[in-house]
Nanobody, 123 residues
Framework: QVQLVESGGGLVQPGGSLRLSCAVS?????????IGWFRQAPGEEREAVSC????????FRSDSRAARFPISADDGLDTVYLQMDNLSPEDTAVYYC???????????????WGQGTQVTVSS
């Protein structure tokens, strides 16, 4: 079982920055997996943002506006980050960490989800 715990969300003014972190623990059922970020804005469906592969550390970015934020991870993929700079009110959403075993990059239906962290961009 894999556990994902997000942190780093909060209230920030337009143009500000936040760095989201996802702490990963547990054991995947495959030798390879992907970890990444989704977000869900008020009144909208959850959308994929970006992810990173354990196979080759390659990253994939969706066509979401949030994909402009770079994803990164520590050496062991124990923590995955989303560096969010120059935030705008349109970035207000709950950001979820997600993980999936046996894939190069996340599908639309990851196996594991964090509880989410709220990001609010407002003056």
């Amino acid at each position: 079982q894999v556990q994902l715990v997000e942190s780093g969300g909060g209230l920030v003014q337009p143009g500000g920055s936040l760095r989201l972190s996802c702490a990963v623990s547990g054991t995947f059922t495959s030798d390879y997996y992907s970890i990444g970020w989704f977000r869900q804005a008020p009144g909208e469906e959850r959308e994929a943002v970006s992810c990173i592969s354990s196979l080759d550390r390659s990253t994939f970015r969706s066509d979401s506006r949030a994909a402009r934020f770079p994803i990164s991870a520590d050496d062991g993929l124990d923590t995955v980050y989303l560096q969010m700079d120059n935030l705008s009110p349109e970035d207000t959403a709950v950001y979820y960490c997600a993980a999936e075993a046996g894939v190069h990059h996340l599908s639309d239906h990851p196996d594991y989800w964090g509880q989410g962290t709220q990001v609010t961009v407002s003056s």
